[in-house]
């Protein structure tokens, strides 16, 4: 079974607007960590925001926030005020377990249009 | 300070051949991780690291295997290339593990390897 859904392939959003990409995850454990990263088209990993399962508060990080829904497994990332340099892959990512390792989605490619 | 570093950053392989990847970091961090990327898709797990001389499989291990001889170091060996492996590896660190723990992987810039 897939532990991090991005049901979203791709999506278009106007520069200067707000959007969101969701992802959804599935998990027992009450205690797990939710990331999000942006590969832009150089391939490089960067990594955005994390939200803790037992954070009492959505996670902001300068233009990105988690809107995070516990009871519902979701942990979408909102942009606001798109950029033209916003354009890439996003992905979600869970740590769950030992070992710190991260299971990710299979990505949200964000074009911004001018 | 260089962060991740992964050489090298292409490779093309014949079918049955043999390589390794090398992956060294500078940031003293424990855990250390090998991914793979295939076009379109997320990241796949195949082994990682909680410190020197101790490894795991993730998700994705065959026809892989690597070893962490010293906490800068975790390099990927393939042994008998397939068409299958083509790939983008991706090797990362974090200085933490803990599940509650907000401490990122770092990436690497990555290897694209193909094999024909």
């Known amino acids: 079974a897939q532990k991090i859904t991005q049901t979203q392939p791709g999506m278009f959003v106007q520069e200067k607007e707000a959007v969101t990409l969701d992802c959804t995850y599935d998990?027992?454990?009450?205690?797990?960590?939710l990331f999000w990263y942006k590969q832009p088209s150089s391939g490089e990993m960067i990594f955005l925001i994390y939200?803790?399962?037992?954070?009492?508060q959505n996670a902001t990080e300068g233009r990105y926030s988690l809107n995070f829904q516990k009871a519902r497994k979701s942990a979408n990332l909102v942009i606001s005020a798109s950029q033209l340099g916003d354009s890439a892959m996003y992905f979600c990512?869970?740590?769950?377990?030992?070992?710190?390792?991260?299971?990710f989605g299979q990505g949200t490619e964000l074009s911004v249009k001018p | 300070n260089a962060g991740v570093t992964q050489t090298p950053k292409f490779r093309i392989l014949k079918i049955g051949q043999s390589m390794t990847l090398q992956c060294t970091q500078d940031?003293?961090?424990?855990?250390m991780y090998w991914y793979r990327q295939d076009p379109g898709m997320g990241l796949k797990l195949i082994y990682y690291?909680?410190?020197?001389?101790?490894?795991d499989k993730g998700e994705v291990p065959n026809g892989y295997n690597v070893s962490r001889s010293t906490t800068e170091d975790f390099p990927l060996r393939l042994e008998l290339a397939a068409p299958s492996q083509t790939s983008v590896y991706f090797c990362?660190?974090?200085?933490?593990?803990?599940?509650?723990?907000?401490?990122?992987?770092?990436f690497g810039n990555g290897t694209r390897l193909t094999v024909t």
């Open positions: 990362a660190s974090s200085a933490y593990g803990g599940v509650r723990n907000n401490s990122p992987l770092h």
């Open positions: 998990t027992s454990d009450p205690s797990y960590g």
């Open positions: 939200q803790g399962s037992y954070d009492q």
């Open positions: 990512a869970m740590r769950e377990g030992q070992g710190g390792k991260l299971i």
């Open positions: 940031m003293n961090h424990n855990y």
């Open positions: 690291s909680v410190g020197a001389g101790i490894t």
